[in-house]
């Protein structure tokens, strides 16, 4: 069996490593993407609904 040069097995490795790395950044920078978008859109939403609850306020206090 032919065995494969060390300097082979630490290349191999050493990219496997940093593949790892990367990969793990990617996801852990795409999971923070999605809940900080989500937060930004529930704000956004509540805002917008209290807007409109004041709104319908208003008009009903105009209209006595």
């Known amino acids: 069996m ?6 082979r097995q630490l290349r191999f490795r050493i990219i ?8 793990i950044g990617t996801a852990a920078g795409a999971f ?4 900080l ?6 704000e ?5 609904f209290h807007n409109t ?3 319908g306020r208003e008009l009903l206090l105009r209209g006595r």
């Not at 032919?2 to 300097?7: C, E, G, L, T, V």
């Not at 956004?44 to 917008?48: A, C, E």
């Open 2 to 7: 032919n065995k494969i040069p060390f300097y």
């Open 16 to 23: 496997l490593l940093f593949s790892l790395v990367v990969f």
């Open 32 to 35: 923070t993407m999605v809940q």
């Open 37 to 42: 978008a989500d937060k930004q859109f529930r």
């Open 44 to 48: 956004v939403l509540h805002d917008q």
């Open 53 to 55: 609850i004041s709104t």
